[in-house]
């Protein structure tokens, strides 16, 4: 079976520092690995995904995630958080299956970034 | 380009009434999911079309839940009838194709309660 996991429910940062959200696949084959956001009260939003090539993926908003296979995991980055990047964030695997491939979340992370 | 829209935004019913939610895809996306987030967790996927033909709905309750998708545009999904532990936020996304890596656009999401 396929599955991610997000080892912390919650991450609190002062604004101006260094963030970083953890996420650890299991997955048999090449992982397909995508983060998005959620903000309250509306839908998930894509931010990045690693596909194959350069482990270090640079998505929207100055986030960015590094791919590594050895440990498996997959953490989001950002090196300057926002008070505007509180919110939920999911990381997930996209599982190819042969009826239907689909996204397979984690549990999501709340991220709280203080003034 | 419009987003994915859904309605209604909220709703609240007692337990053993029928419910249904609305979604409009993405012009031009061949592919609809459903998911299911119940709070403090990540999304799950009930039923994933690819145009009008249901492509997975292994994880979709099918003696309460159905949907449907005429036409390839729009669909419904319905609760007959509604538990308790329905209450949660469904979300449906859309996206180009199924077979490829493209992320998925998620809809505001319809908040339910059931009391």
């Known amino acids: 079976a396929q599955s991610v996991a997000q080892p912390e429910d919650q991450v609190n940062v002062a604004e101006g520092n260094p963030l970083t959200v953890k996420c650890t696949y299991s997955?048999?084959?090449?992982?397909?690995l995508f983060w998005y956001v959620q903000y309250p009260n509306r839908g998930l939003q894509f931010l990045l995904k690693?596909?194959?090539?350069?482990?270090l993926v640079k998505g929207s908003y100055g986030f960015e995630a590094e791919f590594n296979k050895s440990q498996t995991s997959f953490h989001l980055k950002k090196p300057s958080a926002l008070v505007s990047d509180s919110a939920l964030y999911f990381c997930?695997?996209?599982?190819?299956?042969?009826?239907?491939?689909?996204?397979?979340f984690g549990g999501g992370t709340r991220v709280l970034v203080k003034p | 380009e419009a987003g994915v829209a859904q309605s209604p935004r909220y709703k609240i019913i007692e337990k053993r009434q029928s419910v249904a939610f609305w979604c409009n895809p993405i012009?031009?996306?061949?592919?609809l999911y459903w998911y299911q987030q119940i709070l403090g967790q990540g999304p799950k996927l009930l039923i994933q079309?690819?145009?009008?033909?249901?492509?997975?709905d292994s994880q979709l309750p099918k003696d309460r839940f159905s949907a449907e998708r005429l036409k390839g545009v729009d669909s419904t999904l319905k609760i007959q009838p509604a538990k308790l532990e329905d209450s949660a936020v469904y979300l449906c996304?859309?996206?180009?194709?199924?077979?490829?890596?493209?992320?998925?656009?998620f809809g505001p999401g319809t908040r339910l309660t059931v009391l």
């Open positions: 996304a859309s996206s180009l194709f199924s077979g490829d890596y493209n992320e998925q656009f």
């Open positions: 997955v048999s084959g090449n992982p397909y």
């Open positions: 690693y596909i194959t090539g350069d482990n």
């Open positions: 997930a695997v996209f599982m190819i299956k042969a009826a239907g491939n689909k996204l397979t």
């Open positions: 012009s031009g996306h061949a592919t």
């Open positions: 079309f690819q145009n009008n033909g249901v492509v997975d």
